[in-house]
């Protein structure tokens, strides 16, 4: 589907309304603006605008994006760590904030999560319902010592 041109002025309104009303990066900003056909020249106008003018500002759009993905859809590092990426979040932003959260902030989403999985899990015996259990953590972004944790609570 391809989407309708826009004139420099239409796509900076539809831009800072969009970015007024939630955080989003740079990446998402100038893949829009690419759609939209714009000139290479104006999506740099448009990208330093929004950047000066503080409507996108990719180190405070990771800090949410983490806390929302970790607190909301009950996901691990890794998991976000991905999602970030094709976001174009560079390590180089996302590394120092990820260190703000700490191993308890990380197993008090977790450990909710296991609880309620653990109710559906079948399993022959106990070790299969953590192997089960285990996996399941993992593919949710936590590392196999954050599972391991998480279960001996």
Not at 24 to 46: F, V
Not at 63 to 89: M, P
């Amino acid at each position: 589907m391809m989407q309708h041109q826009k004139t420099e002025e239409q796509a900076l309104a539809a831009l800072t309304k969009l970015c007024a009303a939630a955080e989003h990066s740079t990446r998402e900003m100038e893949d829009k603006l690419r759609r939209w056909n714009l000139p290479d020249d104006a999506i740099e106008r448009i990208l330093n605008y929004l950047h000066e003018e503080q409507y996108v500002d990719d180190t405070r759009f990771c800090r949410a994006f983490i806390e929302d993905k970790r607190v909301y859809n009950g996901w691990g590092q890794r998991k976000i760590e991905q999602a970030l990426y094709l976001k174009g979040i560079p390590h180089a932003i996302s590394d120092p904030l990820f260190r703000e959260v700490t191993d308890s902030q990380w197993l008090e989403t977790l450990v909710p999560i296991l609880r309620q999985k653990a109710r559906s899990v079948n399993a022959k015996d106990d070790y299969e319902r953590r192997m089960k259990l285990i996996r399941f953590a993992m593919t949710r972004g936590f590392s196999y010592d954050q599972a391991q944790e998480a279960l001996d609570q």
